[in-house]
């Protein structure tokens, strides 16, 4: 039977996605990462020093359930409420470059392509192929993790 993206935990999911990109050397990590704010809405810079590599995970898995989508879009996924203190919340979107830079990124693992009507972005073969891969490696260790559980139960 074959796995895909969907029949695994989307958590779980883009956690190994994010290992595989460190894992292969293959993604620069822009040298403004530790330095950045990722919106408007948020306070601080992100603490985990891996942020990048979760964020071009999340952009491929989201890729993989909605081709094409733009940047727009998923600054809008990425968005959140600004707190203004005493006064109402407001939605605003999340900054633009880097999603900008993890798609750069994953264009240049050949993961993702720009849409023939200039739409956005969408996942290609080698991408769908990828992810799928690692989804079916992940439900393998799930099921040994659970199997192995079961027997020390």
């Not at 290992?19 to 620069?28: D, E, H, M, N, R």
């Not at 006064?87 to 999340?94: I, V």
């Amino acid at each position: 039977m074959k796995t895909s993206v969907k029949d695994v935990d989307q958590h779980d999911m883009v956690v190994q996605i994010a290992g595989f990109l460190k894992k292969s050397g293959k993604v620069k990590v822009p040298e403004w990462s530790d330095l950045v704010k990722l919106s408007t809405h948020k306070e601080l810079a992100p603490i985990d020093p891996d942020w990048y590599f979760v964020r071009a995970a999340s952009i491929a898995r989201r890729l993989y359930f909605r081709s094409p989508t733009g940047i727009g879009a998923l600054r809008t996924v990425y968005g959140g409420k600004h707190r203004h203190g005493v006064t109402p919340n407001h939605f605003k979107k999340c900054a633009g470059s880097s999603i900008r830079k993890a798609l750069q990124t994953l264009e240049a693992l050949k993961w993702v392509e720009k849409h023939a009507d200039g739409r956005g972005r969408v996942l290609t073969k080698q991408g769908r192929k990828d992810l799928d891969r690692i989804a079916s490696q992940l439900r393998q260790s799930t099921k040994a993790a659970a199997a192995a559980a079961a027997t020390t139960a």
